[in-house]
């Protein structure tokens, strides 16, 4: 157990999930729940383990970017061993269960190809994924969320154009205890129907607010623009582009939609 006995004593209480954060590693203040989580994960930690954090100091983001994760922030990172070929859903798998988290709360969220989730167009959550692979097998999965629970993104400047948080829309705040247990216990529903590939790609697409938007999409460097229209078997992006064919965009950024996200 580390930091703080309480808001461990908290979450694991009212937690009842099978496996997914029973084991929790709790730290008020962490340099990047990715990296402990990390470590964890290569002494052995089980399936399901968790690191949670108050506040991060070196939060990670997306194509190396950092991640602002000041207190009233949920940071989180979970140990993930699935099989390899199943990888591709997980973007599907932890933007389903944050969105379904969120709405619990009352609130409709948004996913932004892959894994971002908005509320009104604004950035509400990033979700980062690692892996760790030797040889051609999956040592572990990494699955990092971060949401904007209960502070005001408007304090700091680096996202107040961009991003919003759940108590700006809620008007309160909101128990991190009780947003974490939600949370986990989605991430669970949704990751135990890893086996049902069009059930998640499906879900995924109806609540995927990309589609039929004109986008930019940009991976390191390369961008390519066009109409959104659908998210294929693989869970790559499908743009159309302005000649009428289409192309897959397995990974990357997508950087202006209609929104001006
Ligand atoms: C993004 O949108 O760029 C992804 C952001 C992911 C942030 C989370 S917060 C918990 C975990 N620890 C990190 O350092 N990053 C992820």
């Not at 962490?30 to 070196?58: F, H, K, M, W, Y």
């Not at 999956?138 to 990092?144: A, D, F, P, Q």
């Not at 589609?211 to 229209?229: C, E, H, M, N, P």
Request: aromatic content about 6%.
């Amino acid at each position: 157990m580390d930091g703080n006995p309480k808001m461990q004593a908290d979450v694991t209480s009212r937690l009842h999930t099978l496996f997914m954060a029973k084991h929790l590693h709790f730290h008020e203040v962490a340099s990047s729940t990715q990296d402990i989580a990390r470590e964890l994960a290569e002494n052995g930690a089980p399936e399901g383990t968790a690191v949670l954090a108050g506040r991060q100091e070196s939060g990670r983001g997306r194509s190396g970017r950092s991640w602002l994760s000041p207190s009233g922030g949920l940071a989180t990172s979970v140990v993930l061993r699935p099989d390899i070929s199943e990888l591709y859903l997980l973007p599907a798998v932890s933007s389903l269960a944050t969105r379904q988290a969120i709405e619990m709360l009352g609130l409709q969220a948004d996913i932004k190809w892959p894994n971002d989730l908005l509320i009104c167009g604004r950035k509400v959550c990033g979700i980062l994924i690692e892996h760790s692979l030797s040889f051609g097998t999956l040592k572990y999965s990494i699955l990092g969320i971060g949401i904007n629970v209960n502070f005001n993104t408007s304090a700091y400047h680096e996202i107040s154009d961009i991003a919003t948080s759940l108590s700006m829309h809620l008007g309160e705040d909101i128990p991190l205890q009780k947003m974490a247990v939600l949370l986990y216990t989605e991430l669970e529903n949704f990751y135990l129907r890893i086996k049902e590939p069009k059930f998640l790609l499906d879900k995924w697409a109806e609540h995927m607010i990309t589609l039929g938007q004109r986008v930019t999409s940009d991976f390191y460097g390369k961008r390519v623009d066009g109409i959104a229209r659908r998210v294929s078997s693989n869970g790559s992006l499908v743009i159309e582009l302005p000649g009428g064919t289409e192309q897959e965009i397995v990974a990357g950024d997508i950087l202006s939609n209609q929104d001006g996200v």
